[in-house]
């Protein structure tokens, strides 16, 4: 175990910002591609069940 | 009914879509599940690095997402080569399904690079040679993207894309000679741009176990990305509309 | 041989072409002068440093004017189907886009090239600097022209066409910017420009190669 208490934790040796800036960035794509891809096919499927616009 | 599989019978789109479908969520577990081990290894068991602090951590996700970066160019534009050879539409698909991911893992590189930068050399961005290159490699991305979304004719778009891709990969090497070269020249700094700790072999391991957990998860969004584009492409083959009438079903 | 003679042919008429729109033709050259005057104003008059950045702005701009008339080098050849007309020909779509980026060239490549000794002066950059900036460009310019071309099939016919050629060009272009502008800087520093030049030299002979392969491809996926 490297970490005393939950301040040295998050403090990271006064490099918080930094190493928790990255992984916050890392973290925040890595759950917005999902749910963008996510939604992509939804569209795709409600598409397919009630198109819009002409018939093909 | 012997069902054998042959070289192409994962390349129908029908075949494809149910067999992602399936893997999708496994890919996520195993991806939520070797990112925490790395994340525990990273940060609990590697020691502090004694030049650079706690600031060092960050390469778990930097060099991991750098990898991801530079492999998935170079498997975007063998997918569009297959699809460009074989007049594979599925092939097509994956590779355009490929490019979102790899211009984000592309910033994330550069954007944790300039995070670890930031405490260890003393600024946001340096120009150096793998930074430099990493952001003409998320030019080369965006081009990609750029070019197969504004040809509206899906069959020229597939194949202008794809012979972009290729030309990328062939001037990836000459970029990055050049910007070495370039780099070496004008750093007339003491540092060592290439600082990165002697890496410990728990530091090693939890940045492969990173990388495993980024490839598990490119998997699962890439399969995703593909999905949605084949419901987009295929929407009227006779398949889609069986699914869609299940679905239909099942919700009633 | 005809294959020579439908480069003659295509480079005559397209200069031809060229000469009645000549405003068209001076708009990259007007350009080039007025982006690289904009530097100083943006940076200070201060010689030392300009003399300094001179080089990189010099290419960088030329980069940028070179780009500048790819629209329009397939553009209205697609429009009124005299490119389809000359893809259906038994001619080497090779030589021909070939021909068009010499075309292009000439007419935007050799001016940059003619003018680029008075820019050099406005930064008071000495007579070696001047001569290697030149030398460069005169190896660089082609290359330009030859992946320009290459865009500029790529997306024939798109919207905003010829910011996407700015996108996918530029990137590749790097390297000659790299040894280009590096050239001058040896000479700055009493070294021999001879490795930069050579390796402008040596792209110069890969993409003279591999861009009209590449852009008798993206022509035919444009006009299939």
Not at chain 2, 36 to 47: E, K, N, R
Not at chain 3, 156 to 175: A, D, E, Y
């Amino acid at each position: 175990m490297n970490w005393n208490n939950l301040e040295g934790f998050i403090s990271m040796g006064g490099y918080g910002l930094y190493v928790w800036g990255s992984y916050a960035m890392v973290l925040l794509w890595l759950a917005i591609e999902p749910y963008a891809a996510w939604r992509r096919q939804r569209n795709a499927q409600q598409e397919i069940s009630n198109p819009t616009g002409w018939p093909q | 009914m012997s069902t054998s599989i042959k070289l192409f019978t994962f390349a129908a789109p029908s075949t494809f879509y149910k067999l992602s479908g399936y893997l999708i969520p496994w890919l996520y577990c195993l991806s939520i599940a070797v990112g925490l081990t790395a994340l525990y290894v990273g940060f609990f068991i590697a020691p502090t690095d004694a030049t650079q602090g706690e600031a060092y951590r960050i390469i778990f996700v930097h060099v991991p997402a750098a990898w991801m970066s530079m492999v998935l160019y170079l498997v975007m534009a063998m997918w569009a080569a297959i699809g460009w050879a074989f007049n594979a539409r599925l092939a097509y698909m994956v590779a355009r399904a490929i490019a979102p991911t790899g211009a984000i893992f592309t910033f994330l590189a550069l954007w944790t690079g300039a995070f670890w930068g930031k405490p260890t050399w003393g600024t946001w961005w340096v120009w150096d040679a793998r930074l430099t290159s990493e952001l003409i490699l998320l030019f080369l991305y965006l081009g990609y993207m750029a070019l197969v979304e504004s040809i509206d004719d899906v069959r020229r778009s597939d194949k202008a894309g794809a012979l972009l891709a290729l030309i990328g990969v062939v001037n990836v090497p000459i970029i990055y000679f050049s910007v070495r070269w370039w780099s070496t020249l004008h750093q007339g700094a003491t540092i060592s741009m290439t600082a990165a700790p002697k890496m410990a072999s728990t530091m090693l391991t939890a940045m492969l176990l990173m990388t495993i957990a980024f490839w598990a998860y490119a998997f699962a969004v890439v399969f995703m990305r593909t999905r949605a584009i084949i419901l987009e492409r295929e929407k009227n083959m006779g398949w889609v509309q069986f699914l869609s009438q299940q679905n239909k079903r099942k919700k009633q | 041989m005809m294959s020579h003679n439908i480069m003659t042919l295509l480079i005559r008429r397209d200069l031809r072409l060229a000469s009645r729109r000549r405003t068209d033709a001076f708009l990259p050259v007007v350009f080039f002068v007025v982006a690289t005057s904009l530097f100083p104003l943006g940076i200070g008059p201060e010689t030392n440093t300009l003399r300094q950045i001179a080089p990189g702005i010099m290419w960088v701009c030329a980069l940028l004017s070179a780009m500048l008339s790819l629209n329009t080098l397939y553009a209205s050849d697609h429009a009124d189907g005299s490119l389809e007309q000359l893809m259906l020909s038994t001619h080497s779509l090779f030589l021909i886009a070939a021909s068009k980026a010499l075309t292009h060239w000439l007419i935007t490549g050799l001016p940059l090239i003619l003018i680029s000794p008075v820019l050099g002066i406005l930064f008071d950059m000495h007579l070696q600097a001047v001569a290697t900036l030149t030398l460069g460009l005169l190896l660089g310019t082609p290359i330009l022209s030859l992946l320009g071309g290459l865009g500029a099939a790529l997306t024939l016919g798109v919207r905003n066409g010829g910011v996407l050629i700015l996108l996918l060009i530029l990137p590749l272009c790097i390297p000659v910017l790299i040894f280009g502008a590096g050239a001058v800087s040896a000479v700055d520093a009493g070294l021999s420009p001879r490795a930069h030049l050579s390796l402008i030299g040596a792209f110069l002979l890969l993409t003279s190669l591999g861009a009209p392969l590449a852009t008798a491809s993206a022509l035919r996926i444009a006009e299939a």
